[in-house]
């Protein structure tokens, strides 16, 4: 039995709807002031986005994004590209280190508890 490259893209396209729907759930739980005024949409666009920045600094593995979409929740949207966040962005685009180095780092330098 193959699976075909639409077969895979399909399957692919169910797991980060998945993914967007448990985080969405996940952060509307835990902080219920970042979906307060927010509808579902825009509560999927911008765990959507987020997927899409983690992405960019390579980093597609659930935990490490989720941890990544922890700090969009905190302190917005693209926060590492603002200066007070320059460390931040250093860590991010850090290269030759996985994505959970990455995490284990910024955690360490950037509390988001």
């Known amino acids: 039995m193959e699976i075909s490259n639409a077969q895979l ?3 692919g396209e169910l797991f980060n709807e998945s993914f ?3 985080m969405v759930f996940h952060f509307s739980k835990q902080n219920p002031e970042w979906a307060d005024g927010r509808t579902e949409a825009d509560c999927k666009a911008f765990i959507s986005a987020g997927i899409d920045a983690a992405s ?3 980093m597609q593995s659930g935990g490490p994004v989720k941890t990544y979409l922890s700090y969009w929740v905190k302190y917005g949207r ?3 590209k603002l200066p007070e966040f320059e460390l ?3 860590i991010l685009r850090t290269r030759n280190i996985t994505e959970y180095k990455k995490m284990d780092r910024l955690k ?3 509390p988001i508890i």
């Open 20 to 22: 967007i729907n448990r």
């Open 56 to 58: 960019k600094y390579k």
């Open 108 to 110: 360490l330098e950037l």
């Open 9 to 11: 893209k399909h399957i």
């Open 78 to 80: 693209d926060f590492e």
């Open 88 to 90: 931040a962005n250093e």
